[in-house]
């Protein structure tokens, strides 16, 4: 329990500590506005924050990692920088084959685009190519220079150990247009969108977000380098600004490349004095999401504390399912992964596109108004326990994931508002405040 409440934090630790001792070992200017950013930008923190011991706080750190080495490679052709690229994109491949596989696409595209930017032919940046580095090669140098090569190697070693001991295809049923997919995503909010003109934009990054289409632009259309702006970091920008657009979870990585480049736009302003004014008068937005959240209003207040309230309550009830003997329970899907974890007993259902089959099954056994349907639906699963829980908002997302409508005399209803008349198969017994546990008393 303690490892799993305190895993996220610590890895934003990990990384907070890496991006301080990168950009002091890189001599970056500006380096404590990225530092800043990365410590209070509301999206990163949810994806470290304390009790979440999800597969986000990793990938924020490894994908992290990997970017800043790619950087440095470019400008040192340092191997031992490309042996950590390769190991960090290969552990995150192992850890999702979602969001780092689209950044490592990107990255390498935004590599195959630098020579794009290498018109630029001011003194201080021959004195780059004369000593050894020439940025029209960096394209070309990809995956054929040596300092590259070994990289690759470490990177295809890291990925064939994955797969020796996953022994499993990644499933990516994200890509698919499945309607029951579909219908599920909608009540994620990591995977509903951000519209364009929405002000979570300046919550997450503050009000310099509003200048970077601009000056991302400028860059583009002048091929201007004159501020070290890594060429990589153009496209990840655009892509990643997109693809939040479409599903909310890419604001983690785009906060993370913001807070990487955020050195390199404040290098634009030409007096130190201003750009530090400009850094923290656009943190307004991001400050004011923070006093909501230390110093919430009555209604948040009160609504946190019931959250907390039924999460206690339901602890204590998934504790009446330990048991020496698998019996295995129906629960809203968003609640099983903690009932199972609490009980030692395994569920229907889940909370990840892996689990769809069971999603369903679960909703249309709380939709289901006919007994002997119901009793049909718990036998296939051998389910020897049923959870009752708050009959709307059960109700509200089954019917959202079948999209089909419900009745006032379906089980959801009937297990919560009226227990006495719930089907002959099911019977009470443990309840609190919060849900209630139906035993099946028949022996399929």
């Known amino acids: 329990?303690?490892?799993?409440?305190?895993?996220?934090?610590?890895?934003?630790?990990?990384?907070?500590?890496?991006?301080?001792?990168?950009?002091?070992?890189?001599?970056?200017?500006f380096r404590w506005a990225a530092l800043i950013l990365f410590a209070i930008s509301p999206i990163l923190v949810h994806g470290t924050i304390l009790g979440r011991p999800d597969h986000q706080s990793l990938l924020i750190l490894l994908i992290m990692v990997a970017i800043c080495a790619d950087w440095t490679v470019i400008r040192s052709r340092d191997r031992r920088w490309s042996v950590?690229?390769?190991?960090?994109?290969?552990?995150?491949?192992?850890?999702?084959?979602?969001?780092?596989?689209?950044?490592?696409?990107?990255?390498?595209?935004?590599?195959?685009?630098?020579?794009y930017f290498a018109?630029?032919?001011?003194?201080?940046?021959?004195?780059?190519?004369?000593?050894?580095?020439s940025i029209t090669n960096v394209g070309r140098d990809l995956f054929t220079a040596p300092h590259r090569r070994i990289g690759w190697y470490v990177f295809l070693a890291v990925v064939g150990v994955a797969l020796l001991i996953e022994r499993r295809i990644p499933?990516?049923?994200?890509?698919?247009?499945?309607?029951?997919?579909?219908?599920?995503?909608?009540?994620?909010?990591?995977?509903?969108?951000?519209?364009?003109?929405?002000g979570i934009w300046l919550t997450w990054l503050g009000w310099l977000v509003v200048v970077v289409p601009f000056l991302l632009g400028w860059l583009i259309v002048r091929k201007n380098r004159a501020a070290g702006f890594p060429p990589p970091a153009v496209i990840l920008l655009i892509a990643l600004f997109f693809l939040t657009m479409w599903q909310a979870r890419w604001g983690y990585f785009l906060a993370l490349i913001f807070v990487l480049s955020i050195p390199f736009l404040l290098n634009y302003i030409p007096w130190r004095s201003a750009a530090w004014a400009v850094f923290v008068l656009s943190l307004w937005p991001v400050l004011a999401e923070w006093d909501r959240k230390i110093w919430p209003d009555p209604a948040t207040a009160e609504q946190r504390f019931e959250q907390r309230h039924e999460a206690v309550e339901l602890r204590a009830l998934a504790i009446e399912l330990i048991s020496?003997?698998?019996?295995?329970?129906?629960?809203?899907?968003?609640?099983?992964?903690?009932?199972?974890?609490?009980?030692?007993?395994?569920?229907?259902?889940?909370?990840?596109?892996?689990?769809?089959?069971?999603?369903?099954?679960?909703?249309?056994?709380?939709?289901?108004?006919?007994?002997?349907?119901?009793?049909?639906?718990?036998?296939?699963?051998?389910?020897?326990?049923?959870?009752?829980?708050?009959?709307?908002?059960?109700?509200?997302?089954?019917?959202l994931i079948l999209g089909r409508a419900a009745s006032n005399q379906c089980m959801a209803e009937v297990l919560d508002y009226r227990a006495t008349q719930a089907p002959a198969f099911l019977r009470l017994s443990a309840q609190n405040g919060t849900a209630k546990i139906f035993e099946v008393t028949n022996k399929w």
């Open 1 to 29: 329990d303690l490892a799993g409440a305190l895993i996220s934090p610590v890895l934003a630790m990990a990384a907070g500590t890496f991006l301080c001792w990168w950009t002091w070992r890189m001599q970056i200017r």
């Open 84 to 115: 950590v690229s390769g190991l960090a994109w290969g552990l995150a491949l192992w850890v999702s084959m979602y969001e780092p596989l689209v950044l490592l696409v990107l990255s390498l595209i935004g590599f195959a685009t630098m020579p």
């Open 119 to 133: 018109t630029d032919t001011r003194p201080e940046n021959k004195s780059s190519e004369s000593a050894g580095f």
């Open 171 to 198: 499933s990516l049923a994200i890509f698919v247009n499945d309607p029951l997919f579909v219908n599920w995503s909608r009540s994620i909010g990591e995977l509903s969108p951000v519209r364009l003109f929405s």
């Open 324 to 399: 020496g003997d698998r019996l295995p329970f129906v629960a809203p899907w968003w609640l099983s992964p903690a009932i199972a974890y609490w009980s030692g007993q395994p569920g229907v259902a889940g909370s990840s596109h892996e689990s769809l089959p069971g999603i369903a099954d679960t909703a249309r056994f709380y939709l289901e108004t006919e007994a002997n349907a119901a009793g049909e639906l718990l036998q296939r699963r051998g389910v020897r326990r049923v959870i009752a829980y708050d009959a709307e908002r059960v109700e509200k997302t089954s019917v």
